[in-house]
């Protein structure tokens, strides 16, 4: 369970951590909330085969710097992704993403004119209405959550962590996706970016899926508690010529769920 990102960039004065290895065409990974790049670890290792892999931990989360009063919103996720790609010189790379990943995917595209290839999304946030209870309650009480023992923290992450996947994770798999949201200052980064998350960040964009540049292709999963099935229907209407496969016994967190669906997706759909 090993995972570090050996590269730094910095991004409007503060760093982010990423990493590129294997040989092939121009491949970027961008995870979602509340994970990390640590979700793509066996899926990269297994396209690295056949694409040059790039991948980093969006600002506020994993390996990149936290600290407080810092802005991890949508708002300025998809202006790290469009630096990021001007410092690696991709003008048009392939490109997959999941939950916050396909919201900041879709934001540089079409607000900052970042051009892919080709875009596969994984149960983006991307169609309104989107936020769980806990979401919608943490955004009122951020400072009274940020200050729990951390003995409740840990519940709390243990139960929100997997439910996100529709199979039980692994003590090693928890410990890696919970790690960088304890502590003095991963505690407070946990629902920094909970408080931080709005759904205007997608309407902005939302009645602009048909301007997309691209051909594009949806995962979802049948069993996705987070945002259910259903907006992927609506959301494959509203991408120009998408098709959204539906993958069973299969939560939000496909990378754990079905790792072997996003990579024979991403053989087929970008080879």
């Not at 892999?53 to 390996?63: C, E, H, M, R, V």
């Not at 690696?88 to 970042?114: K, M, Y």
């Not at 992927?232 to 993958?247: F, N, S």
């Amino acid at each position: 369970m090993d995972w570090n990102l050996r590269q730094t960039f910095e991004f409007e004065g503060q760093s982010v951590a990423y990493d590129r290895f294997g040989a092939g065409p121009p491949l970027v990974l961008v995870h979602g909330t509340p994970f990390s790049s640590f979700v793509w670890r066996a899926i990269a290792r297994e396209l690295a085969r056949h694409y040059e892999i790039y991948l980093y931990d969006l600002i506020g989360y994993g390996q990149s710097e936290k600290r407080e009063g810092q802005d991890v919103s949508l708002g300025v996720q998809n202006r790290l992704l469009a630096a990021l790609l001007r410092f690696w010189s991709l003008e048009q790379p392939d490109v997959i993403a999941h939950d916050f990943g396909g919201a900041t995917a879709l934001r540089a595209h079409l607000l900052n004119g970042c051009e892919y290839k080709r875009l596969l999304l994984i149960d983006p946030v991307a169609v309104r209405p989107w936020g769980s209870p806990f979401v919608r309650h943490v955004r009122q009480h951020q400072e009274a959550f940020a200050g729990i023992p951390d003995y409740i923290q840990e519940a709390i992450l243990t139960a929100y962590l997997q439910g996100a996947a529709f199979r039980p994770l692994s003590a090693d798999a928890h410990q890696a996706y919970a790690a960088p949201w304890t502590g003095p200052v991963g505690k407070p980064a946990f629902y920094r970016q909970i408080a931080q998350m709005d759904q205007r960040y997608t309407d902005e964009i939302q009645d602009r899926y048909a301007n997309l540049r691209c051909p594009s292709r949806l995962l979802w999963g049948v069993e996705d508690g987070w945002i259910p099935v259903e907006r992927g229907r609506e959301l494959a209407t509203l991408l120009p010529g998408c098709r959204l496969t539906e993958i069973p016994d299969c939560g939000h967190l496909m990378q754990e769920d079905a790792p072997e669906a996003i990579v024979a997706a991403a053989l087929g759909f970008l080879g």
